[in-house]
């Protein structure tokens, strides 16, 4: 089947978080959005088709996750990462940072220091600042144009005391798909110094070619138990409006209190269409993915080439997973305030400014690469004029 990607969807008044906000939060609704991480583009036919039933039935009631749920879901991890999930370790969870959350109020206490690989996705700092907790920056190192672990800053932290990791597993903003190797590495540390993990793999299905992904539990029972990961079918087939999600959790008694907290907070029901929409995109949506993994390459491929003929002084990261593109734009000489001046102002854009993802991200930016081909050539456009009238003003 041939998947259109190229075609434009006119998303202004949808309430789309991303698309209906531009005067609100950038100052013009002439601002073209290329930031927060949906896809403009349609689900697969059959989520869309699925949904579509589903709400033709006219009454949306309590529901509930069946057994073809669940198959749905292991049957997918099966397939597409080799990774036998026991269906006793799922958790369904009404969100990832949700996820992440209630992980780190229940497996820490007030006052630990937990670490995160900054820059990083920003929620990462709320939930461990609004639960009362400190946190402990492993700051990535770029080294041959990639992020990197600093080893041995992370290992003493883990040695002064933190209990727990934040790991982003594809890295999100950065888009590494981490190795085998890496990730055993940081197993071990974390098991020798008592480290609790919490996994964020949402973007696991979203790997390049010569890429991946490997779930950090599949790689030893030792691993699996000192672990959660938190997983969703929403980025990989453009579902974040409707909850779905879930939560590997292999440890039976951290599953009871996690499974005890849901409930006490009433987080346990499904919503009316996520079973419907999981299932579908599971069980038919994998030739919809390859195809977008190939448009989004060729996105990969457009930006990079456009940086290095228009913009050669800014330099993008090559991601090896996600959609997203890391570019340091630190040769502009601009502080947060000034890029987003440039952006917003100046080039009528809105990319991610990159000082929301940790300090060490100021003077970076975040594009988002899955849109179609002509509104990522009409944002870069802009965004390069902007710069170049920057630079002939500096220099007149």
């Known amino acids: 089947m041939a998947f259109d990607f190229d075609r434009p969807v006119d998303r202004r ?18 601002v073209l959005p290329l930031w927060v991480a949906d896809m403009d583009f349609p689900s697969p036919p059959a989520v869309v088709e699925a949904i579509r039933r589903r709400a033709e039935e006219g009454i949306y009631g309590y529901t509930f996750r069946d057994e073809a749920y669940t198959e749905a879901v292991l049957g ?3 397939r597409r990462h080799g990774w036998d999930i026991p269906k006793d370790w799922l958790v369904d969870t009404p969100g990832v940072v949700t996820a992440l959350s209630l992980a780190v109020e229940l497996f820490t206490e007030p006052g630990d220091r937990v670490i995160l690989q900054s820059p990083v996705y920003y929620p990462f700092y709320d939930v461990i600042r609004m639960n009362g907790r400190e946190v402990a920056k492993n700051p990535l190192v770029i080294r041959n144009g990639r992020y990197e672990t600093d080893w041995d800053q992370l290992e003493g932290l883990m040695r002064d005391g933190a209990r727990m990791m934040l790991l982003c597993s594809p890295h999100n903003p950065g888009g590494r798909v981490w190795s085998r190797e890496e990730l055993v590495r940081l197993g071990e540390l ?7 993990v919490a996994s964020d793999e949402i973007h696991c299905d979203l790997v390049f070619p010569g890429h ?10 030792a691993f699996a138990r000192n672990s959660i990961t938190c997983l969703a079918p929403t980025k990989t087939f453009n579902l974040p409006g409707i909850p779905a999600s879930f939560a590997v959790i292999p440890d039976p008694e951290r599953r009871r209190r996690f499974v005890a907290r849901m409930k006490a907070l009433s987080l346990h029901m499904a919503s ?3 079973p419907t929409a999981v299932k579908a995109a599971y069980e038919h949506g994998a030739e919809w993915l390859d195809a977008l993994l190939d448009y989004v390459q060729g996105n990969v491929e457009y930006a990079l080439a456009f940086f290095h003929e228009r913009l050669p002084e800014l330099k993008p990261m090559r991601p090896e997973g ?11 000489g601009l502080d947060a305030q000034g890029i987003k001046d440039l952006m917003f102002r100046g080039a009528k854009v ?5 000082s ?9 930016v975040r594009i988002n690469l899955a849109c179609p081909r002509a509104t990522l050539k009409e944002a870069l456009e802009r965004f390069a004029r902007a710069a170049e009238s920057l630079a002939g003003r500096r220099t007149g």
């Open 13 to 30: 008044g949808t309430l789309s978080y991303k698309w209906d906000q531009s005067e609100k939060l950038f100052g013009s609704g002439e």
């Open 272 to 274: 009316f269409f996520a």
């Open 212 to 221: 991946r992904h490997v779930p950090f539990a599949s790689l030893s029972e």
């Open 356 to 364: 929301v993802f940790g300090s060490e991200g100021e003077g970076f």
């Open 350 to 354: 809105a990319f991610s400014e990159g």
């Open 190 to 196: 974390a098991r020798r110094y008592g480290v609790f």
């Open 322 to 332: 996600t959609y997203l593109l890391w570019v340091d734009c630190r040769a502009l």
């Open 76 to 78: 997918w991890f099966r």
